[in-house]
């Protein structure tokens, strides 16, 4: 571990009380970033803001649903009057409010995949872009099913391939202050992935889909991303980083 290379940095995690966000805020902060973490309840929140200061790192939490306009505003500026400054973003909030096949998903629902897993990822950079300092980076957490898309999951899947595209459009338009990534986690056990690993047949099967025949773990992620909002990776941008164990991941 490379220790406190975040040192003076901020970093804003979208979607960061539990799971992966949690994981990369709390990798983030032990390598000496000041984080903001957020969720949309604030319960979530302030157990999460107690686990990271715990551990010693310094943390912001507040309450952000990244569909909501004002949410995101209050985050942002949240955020530069503690702190004065944004160095990382890592967009990882995302919804998954159906199991029915894509030309079965009611309109609203449909609607409300591309606004949490699409458009919130573009509108919080909008708010955020002009406060981001130069040599800062922006992550985007994709999925596995960008690649391939369980039936249970195929719009859900469509949206992540969509954060792939948005990564490389988005990397010619920040530069070059700006770096822009991706992660793409495989099959990682969360709550958020649970009905995709709940019974043991289903968990088995996706760890034969792997090379090193198991599942990964949200610290595992939370590496990746770290390595990418690093200055370790100062000469990467555009690029998609597949975090998967070895499973097929080409368009």
């Given at each position: 571990?490379?220790?406190?290379?975040?040192?003076?940095?901020?970093?804003?995690?979208?979607?960061?009380?539990?799971?992966?966000?949690?994981?990369?805020?709390?990798?983030?902060?032990?390598?000496?970033a000041s984080v903001v973490i957020s969720s949309r309840k604030q319960k979530n929140v302030d157990e999460?803001?107690?686990?990271?200061?715990?551990?010693?790192?310094?943390?912001?939490?507040?309450?952000?649903?990244?569909?909501?306009?004002?949410?995101?505003?209050?985050?942002?500026?949240?955020?530069?009057?503690?702190?004065?400054?944004?160095?990382?973003?890592?967009?990882?909030?995302?919804?998954?409010?159906?199991?029915?096949?894509?030309?079965?998903?009611?309109?609203?629902?449909?609607?409300?995949?591309?606004?949490?897993?699409?458009?919130?990822?573009?509108?919080?950079?909008?708010?955020?872009?002009?406060?981001?300092?130069?040599?800062?980076?922006?992550?985007?957490?994709?999925?596995?099913?960008?690649?391939?898309?369980?039936?249970?999951?195929?719009?859900?899947?469509?949206?992540?391939?969509?954060?792939?595209?948005?990564?490389?459009?988005?990397?010619?338009?920040?530069?070059?202050?700006?770096?822009?990534?991706?992660?793409?986690?495989?099959?990682?056990?969360?709550?958020?992935?649970?009905?995709?690993?709940?019974?043991?047949?289903?968990?088995?099967?996706?760890?034969?889909?792997?090379?090193?025949?198991?599942?990964?773990?949200?610290?595992?992620?939370?590496?990746?991303?770290?390595?990418?909002?690093?200055?370790?990776?100062?000469?990467?941008?555009?690029?998609i980083l597949v975090v998967a164990g070895g499973m097929l991941s080409?368009?």
């Amino acid at each position: 571990m490379i220790k406190m290379r975040f040192q003076g940095k901020v970093a804003i995690i979208t979607a960061s009380t539990q799971g992966i966000g949690m994981s990369i805020a709390e990798r983030l902060g032990l390598d000496g970033a000041s984080v903001v973490i957020s969720s949309r309840k604030q319960k979530n929140v302030d157990e999460a803001v107690e686990k990271l200061k715990s551990r010693g790192i310094e943390v912001l939490g507040v309450v952000c649903h990244v569909s909501n306009a004002q949410h995101r505003k209050n985050l942002i500026d949240r955020t530069l009057q503690k702190y004065g400054k944004i160095d990382i973003l890592v967009s990882n909030a995302a919804a998954n409010p159906s199991a029915d096949p894509m030309l079965r998903t009611q309109e609203t629902l449909l609607d409300k995949l591309w606004e949490v897993n699409v458009k919130a990822s573009i509108l919080i950079l909008q708010d955020a872009a002009p406060h981001l300092r130069k040599g800062s980076s922006v992550v985007f957490i994709s999925s596995i099913s960008a690649y391939r898309p369980p039936l249970s999951m195929g719009m859900y899947g469509v949206t992540k391939t969509a954060l792939l595209g948005l990564t490389k459009a988005l990397a010619v338009e920040m530069s070059p202050n700006t770096r822009v990534n991706a992660v793409v986690p495989g099959v990682i056990p969360t709550n958020f992935a649970d009905h995709l690993i709940k019974d043991e047949s289903a968990r088995k099967a996706a760890e034969r889909a792997t090379l090193l025949d198991r599942l990964g773990t949200t610290e595992e992620i939370a590496a990746a991303a770290a390595f990418l909002a690093s200055d370790e990776a100062s000469y990467i941008t555009g690029e998609i980083l597949v975090v998967a164990g070895g499973m097929l991941s080409r368009l």
